[in-house]
């Protein structure tokens, strides 16, 4: 069976830090991943989305990137924290027309 | 205009309520409709798949109309563990989510 798996679970960083998160998929081939955003009680806002090695599609312009560097593995970067950026932050696969599943989340606090 | 769209909520029904939950869409060529589910804090958990000519899950019943653009989920005998936030879903390549209707159900 398909497992996802982020880290870390938890994380509080101040205003200009650096940030990485990370996102692994197990027991699936050439998933699209997504990464999104959930401010506190709002809606999920799509950031990232990938269909294979290499490609990524942005969907908001802002102080974050992401790669994928291997199949089963994206990662969301910055270089420097905004206040903003606060927020819970969902990987997903999906799995073409069975829909996404989700990992854990990250909840970031920027202070 | 947002590409997916759902009743704003909240709903507080009682138990044993029937609660449905409309979302729309934007993208005409859309193929793939889910239902999710999102408990406080939690993340969003695959609830249903939208089938063309309608499907249910025990109390849940999911329908899709694309003349309209929109799908529905309907909840009948509502418990007490339905209260969520329910998270519609229009796939492309970019699986699209709606902002979330929350639902609480009251003894």
Redesign the interface.
């Known amino acids: 069976s398909q497992t996802i798996h982020q880290w870390p679970a938890t994380l509080v960083q101040p205003v200009g830090s650096p940030l990485s998160l990370e996102c692994t998929v197990e027991g699936t081939s050439n998933p699209?991943l997504?990464w999104?955003r959930q401010a506190a009680g709002?809606?999920?806002q799509?950031l990232f989305?990938s269909?294979g090695i290499g490609q990524i599609?942005s969907?908001v312009p802002q102080n974050l990137s992401a790669s994928r560097p291997q199949d089963r593995q994206f990662i969301l970067s910055s270089k420097k924290l905004l206040l903003s950026d606060s927020g819970?932050y969902?990987c997903?696969w999906?799995g073409?027309?069975?829909?996404?599943?989700?990992?854990?989340?990250t909840?970031l606090t920027v202070l | 205009r947002k590409e997916v769209e759902q009743d704003p909520g909240p709903f507080n029904v009682p138990e044993g309520a029937t609660v449905a939950f409309n979302c729309t869409y934007s993208n005409s060529a859309s193929?793939?409709f889910?239902w999710?589910r999102q408990d406080c804090?939690?993340?969003?958990?695959?609830l249903m798949?939208v089938y063309s000519s309608g499907n249910e899950d025990g109390r849940f019943t999911a329908q899709l109309n694309r003349a309209s653009q929109y799908i529905s989920l309907l909840i009948r005998d509502s418990k007490l563990s339905d209260s969520a936030t329910y998270?519609c879903?229009v796939?492309e390549?970019?699986?699209?989510?709606?902002?979330?209707t929350r639902l609480t159900v009251k003894p």
């Open positions: 699209n997504y999104y709002r809606g999920l799509l989305y269909v599609s969907e819970f969902l997903a999906s073409r027309d069975r829909g996404s599943f989700f990992g854990p989340g909840r | 193929q793939s889910f999710y804090r939690k993340e969003p958990k695959l798949s998270l879903v796939n390549d970019d699986m699209r989510f709606g902002a979330g």
